[in-house]
């Protein structure tokens, strides 16, 4: 008896990969929603105040405007287009690698794994992509991702490898990207912050050009 060959994009875009993109590009939103939410409550004093104790003015978000639906919209597809499908496939590609198993030395082997392949592999695309999707040219999204991604990776390090032993020790595969979309949470309020930051940047630098 024959049976029908799987069609390989069928198996790719499987419903599973649907819904966890889809949840990616939920709470990605939800995460940049919430980023703008504090940088707006922060500047009630009439500037808006960083992560790193500076104060600055004009910066999107801030209190005397509204949200910028833009970057909301922008921090979606990008859930849906590469937080989702990055992180559901990566995360069974490491299981086959290593077992089912969910011995703590697996838990930590998983993570460790992790940490130095699909997060590095995930920065790497995700600055590029997002400056992409605000219009800048490949010159623009080589400098996103060349002033940010060192940063970014050194507070992810100490941010998701507990984040981890617990999602790999504890959290049945099919529950995995959903487990790290709710960590996500802070943790996208945080990229969103890094990433937005770089944007401010950006054009307060090419306002003083143009003057």
């Not at 597809?77 to 559901?88: A, C, D, S």
């Not at 790497?124 to 999707?133: G, H, K």
């Not at 623009?140 to 941010?159: D, R, V």
């Not at 504890?170 to 996208?188: E, I, K």
Request: aromatic share 12%; glycine share 8%; proline share 5%.
């Amino acid at each position: 008896m024959s049976t029908a060959a799987v069609n390989p994009v069928q198996k790719f875009f499987s419903p599973a990969l649907i819904k966890a993109s889809c949840t990616s590009a939920v709470v990605m939103s939800v995460g940049d929603l919430a980023c703008q939410s504090i940088v707006k409550y922060r500047s009630r004093d009439g500037g808006s105040v960083n992560m790193s104790g500076r104060t600055s003015s004009n910066r999107t978000g801030s209190s005397d405007q509204g949200y910028d639906l833009a970057r909301i919209a922008r921090f979606g597809v990008t859930g849906l287009v590469l937080h989702g499908p990055t992180f559901f496939h990566g995360f069974r590609a490491v299981d086959r690698l290593f077992g089912a198993s969910t011995s703590l030395v697996t838990a930590a082997k998983k993570t460790a794994t992790a940490q130095f392949t699909l997060f590095p592999f995930y920065l790497t695309c995700f600055f590029p992509f997002l400056a992409a999707l605000e219009g800048r040219t490949p010159a623009g999204c080589l400098e996103k991702l060349e002033s940010n991604i060192w940063p970014t990776f050194c507070m992810g390090s100490a941010f998701w490898p507990a984040t981890n032993i617990i999602n790999f020790a504890l959290v049945p595969p099919s529950g995995r990207v959903l487990y790290v979309n709710a960590a996500g949470l802070l943790w996208n309020s945080y990229l969103s912050w890094q990433a937005s930051e770089d944007s401010h940047l950006q054009e307060t630098g090419d306002a003083e050009a143009g003057q």
